[in-house]
């Protein structure tokens, strides 16, 4: 079975400050690990992905993540938040070995609230 | 990545009708999927559907309540069936890059019924 939390229902930060939002994950093989964003009344934008290769992986708009397995973790990062990040954010996961590897497994969501 | 656009944008629908909701691809792709995003929810995965087959419903999803077509590599189509105030919710059409497999998605269609 596989699964993803994201601990934190709400993240507030003011403009130009450091933007963290928390993922862990739950999978019995290897994972492959998505980011993405819903703007309001449209769809799912995917931000960035997690394959294999360097943990820092950098994705659209200037945001990244790092892959952490020990600590099955990939919080999605921007090193300073614009107003127009304000959205909600969905982490995703896939468990490569598992036979039912195309299903996407989505946490409940994080809205971000960037202020001015 | 694959465009993909969703028909109707929304819609408010009466108690006890059916409403099809309509996904076109701009590329042929094996794999469409349909999620339901309930209001303030995360994205469930309502079925998988290919080309030329039965889709896969998950668990807490029936064919009689969702009935989907596959008619071809491009379009698939999502009824919801005898609906409820429960069924209020934005459904999702999405395809999956065949090589690493993130997902895309359309806009959506956010369906309310009275």
């Known amino acids: 079975a596989q699964s993803v939390a994201q601990p934190e229902d709400q993240v507030n930060v003011a403009e130009g400050n450091p933007l963290t939002v928390k993922c862990t994950y739950s999978v019995s093989g290897n994972p492959y690990l998505f980011w993405y964003v819903q703007y309001p009344n449209r769809g799912l934008q995917f931000l960035l992905k997690y394959i294999t290769g360097d943990n820092l992986v950098k994705g659209s708009y200037g945001f990244e993540a790092e892959f952490n397995k020990s600590q099955t973790s990939f919080h999605l990062k921007k090193p300073s938040a614009l107003v127009s990040d304000s959205a909600l954010y969905f982490c995703a996961v896939r468990d490569i070995e598992s036979s039912n590897d195309y299903k996407l497994s989505f946490g409940a969501g994080t809205t971000v609230t960037v202020r001015a | 990545s694959a465009v993909i656009s969703q028909k109707p944008s929304r819609d408010i629908c009466q108690r006890g009708t059916s409403l099809t909701i309509q996904c076109q691809v701009d590329?042929?792709?094996?794999?469409m999927f349909w999620y339901r995003q309930q209001p303030g929810q995360s994205l469930t995965l309502i079925a998988t559907a290919n080309q030329g087959s039965e889709a896969t419903y998950e668990s807490g999803f029936v064919i009689d309540k969702f009935p989907i077509s596959r008619p071809n590599l491009t379009f698939s189509t999502l009824t919801v069936s005898n609906m409820s105030p429960e069924d209020s919710s934005i459904y999702l059409c999405s395809t999956r890059d065949r090589r690493e497999g993130e997902l895309f998605f359309g806009e959506g269609s956010r369906l309310t019924v009275l």
């Open positions: 590329s042929q792709v094996t794999m």
